[in-house]
């Protein structure tokens, strides 16, 4: 049965509220929206992390060669050359903050190990009642996750990967009819990542092929806000990736992803980039919902990337900026 008073409630919580579930995709039922859409039926974080990645529309499962492959494909993580340290930031609409930070540690026979951290926030949200009239302080929200995965190199080009996940939500200082004061749930989840580079010699047409999949909440987490759980859904992501060649300046890649849950339909991510002699880089790519553009630079131990479009989860939304800072160092795996 539909709570008029909650729905009556939300209607005047004004656009800083809105804006705010619309951007963070609340998995919260009762803090999001009724109806048969499909906002608040995946994770928070499907944007994923890295400047690179979404560049690219977010196309990255067959390449995901650094620490962002805890989220787009733990068996990418084996390819990483030496120890790697990933900050990503992007701010969001109405005060939203995303943030990432990851390191892998590869090993010459052990595979190579990974921990990264993402958190989406926002602060400052006015709360009103059925009346219009302001209640209580400002509220906010942030939501967690903490990644420890493993990638690893199997025979016949074939590598696999696994990422344990922590979520954590929560709701601060609210002043609601049901909800009061600070609410919050954590929750565990398991994905787990194929990656493939076959080595095709007899044709031009079948070299430098990656084929990557994602299979994201394999283990589903729970997340019991009040008297509601959330169960994040069982989500497939398959990825293929083309490198050709460009003499005397470098290469192009070219991917394609294919996104779908049992609770959302089919999306396609399309990306592109051309690597000028691994030093200068330049990215477009298409997100299902629009055009994302990016660059990207090498120096040394350095990496910088950024990118801006729409985020993927909501063509609505305005276009944002991202940036990402990649450091490799120690003796790499020649060394």
Do not use: C
């Not at 460009?246 to 049992?262: E, P």
Request: proline fraction near 4%; charge should be negative; glycine fraction near 12%.
């Amino acid at each position: 049965m539909i709570d008029m008073d909650k729905i009556k409630n939300r209607k005047y919580w004004k656009n800083s509220f809105l804006a705010a579930t619309l951007l963070m995709m609340l998995p919260f039922t009762e803090l999001a929206q009724d109806g048969d859409g499909q906002g608040g039926t995946r994770s928070n974080f499907t944007m994923g992390f890295g400047a690179r990645a979404m560049g690219m529309g977010n196309a990255y499962v067959a390449m995901a060669d650094d620490p962002t492959a805890v989220y787009w494909n733990p068996a990418g993580l084996d390819y990483i050359y030496q120890q790697s340290l990933t900050f990503f930031h992007a701010s969001l609409p109405e005060g939203g903050l995303y943030d990432f930070l990851g390191y892998a540690y590869p090993t010459l026979d052990l595979g190579t190990f990974a921990l990264g951290i993402g958190r989406i926030g926002t602060g400052d949200i006015d709360q009103y009642n059925i009346a219009g009239d302001k209640v209580g302080g400002a509220f906010s929200y942030d939501n967690y996750r903490l990644y420890s995965s493993y990638g690893l190199k199997l025979p016949y080009n074939i590598s696999a990967g696994l990422s344990i996940k922590v979520l954590r939500q929560g709701f601060y200082n609210l002043s609601l009819v049901d909800y009061s004061g600070d609410v919050n749930a954590t929750g565990v989840g398991m994905d787990l990542g194929i990656l493939y580079k076959p080595e095709f010699n007899t044709s031009a047409l079948l070299r430098d092929w990656s084929v990557g999949l994602n299979v994201q909440n394999m283990f589903q987490p729970q997340l019991k806000l009040g008297e509601v759980t959330d169960i994040i859904p069982l989500a497939l992501r398959f990825g293929l990736m083309r490198t050709i060649p460009i003499s005397g300046t470098g290469a192009v890649n070219v991917l394609l992803d294919l996104d779908k849950s049992s609770t959302t339909d089919l999306a396609v991510f399309f990306g592109t980039e051309f690597n000028y002699q691994n030093i200068g880089k330049i990215r477009v790519g298409y997100n299902r919902n629009s055009i994302s553009f990016g660059v990207g630079v090498e120096y040394n131990m350095f990496q910088i990337d950024y990118a801006f479009g729409n985020p993927s989860y909501d063509a609505m939304l305005p276009p944002i900026h991202r940036i990402s800072l990649t450091v490799n160092f120690g003796m790499n795996r020649d060394e």
